[in-house]
């Protein structure tokens, strides 16, 4: 049988909106009882992300920051299922694969759009306080998702046409712009990407694999698009972000992890018993 592999968002997906993972608990003993990789996919930081992979102790790879950067423990893979470029880094205990530009690059991008004339403003503008009222993160939280390496997200309090130069004007410089609940301003890093590189990963380690992939956000359409098996969660308001061009889209009758738990506990047994959908 290929090897299952799990890539999933987290806010909004497998976190509901306090932040928490509980309504998930069944499907997550479904995949620890079956070693079965599961791969956090996120737009988040490194920093936020170790913080749920400690609570649900994972041990798997990761992707932080839309794609910005891929992480694994040291042995995870050995050196030949790596890919010559970008080459692995170490990261204390982990290495990394830098896939997305400097933050450093990213911010002086941000200031130059709004030396423009551009009303936007970026994390590195706010306080962690300013931050966690934003997001409904604690202050601990927040300071976490102020410590970023490849993606900067944004707030731009204008009107549809505005918004809509605003996109332009971030493509002619080069940029690049996602969106989760947030605007992102990052380089040519996406979710689909890190995705496709850890896959092969993988494959060279393991043989054969079938991916799944569940998100939320438009942000997450890239990992959507990359993976066998795509889930599109729905979102609290009861909706489904349009716009995702990934074959054979599956939907979550619930909502946030309750719709993560109840996709998986129905998908696993059925990959399980030789069912591919």
């Avoid at 030949?80 to 205990?93: M, N, Y």
């Avoid at 993160?137 to 204008?158: G, N, Y």
């Avoid at 410089?173 to 993988?202: E, I």
């Avoid at 979102?235 to 998986?264: D, I």
Wanted: glycine share 10%.
């Amino acid at each position: 049988m290929k090897r299952l592999l799990v890539f999933t968002d987290l806010d909004g997906t497998l976190l509901d909106q306090s932040y928490s993972p509980a309504a998930a608990e069944p499907a997550l003993k479904l995949l620890a009882a079956q070693d079965i990789p599961l791969i956090f996919c996120s737009s988040k930081t490194r920093a936020e992300i170790e913080v749920y992979r400690n609570r649900l102790h994972n041990r798997h790879p990761f992707v932080s920051e839309n794609g910005g950067g891929v992480f694994f423990p040291r042995g995870y893979f050995p050196d030949s299922a790596l890919p010559p470029d970008p080459p692995a880094e170490g990261c204390g205990e982990l290495l990394q694969l830098r896939l997305g530009a400097p933050y450093r690059q990213l911010r002086q991008a941000l200031v130059q759009l709004r030396g423009e004339g551009f009303a936007i403003s970026g994390f590195g503008d706010l306080e962690v306080a300013d931050v966690a009222a934003l997001t409904g993160l604690s202050l601990e939280q927040a300071a976490l998702a102020k410590e970023r390496d490849f993606d900067e997200p944004f707030l731009f309090a204008a009107g549809a046409a505005a918004e809509d130069q605003l996109l332009r004007r971030i493509g002619a410089l080069g940029w690049h712009s996602t969106r989760g609940r947030l605007w992102h301003l990052l380089g040519a890093s996406d979710k689909g990407r890190a995705v496709a590189l850890l896959t092969d990963c993988y494959r060279a380690r393991d043989g054969e694999v079938l991916t799944i992939g569940l998100g939320d956000q438009r942000n997450d359409f890239p990992m959507l698009e990359q993976v066998d098996i795509p889930i599109l969660v729905r979102q609290p308001e009861g909706s489904y972000v349009s716009g995702c061009g990934a074959k054979h889209l599956q939907y979550s009758h619930q909502v946030g992890p309750a719709g993560w738990n109840e996709v998986l506990s129905k998908l696993l047994p059925a990959l399980q018993g030789g069912e591919i959908p």
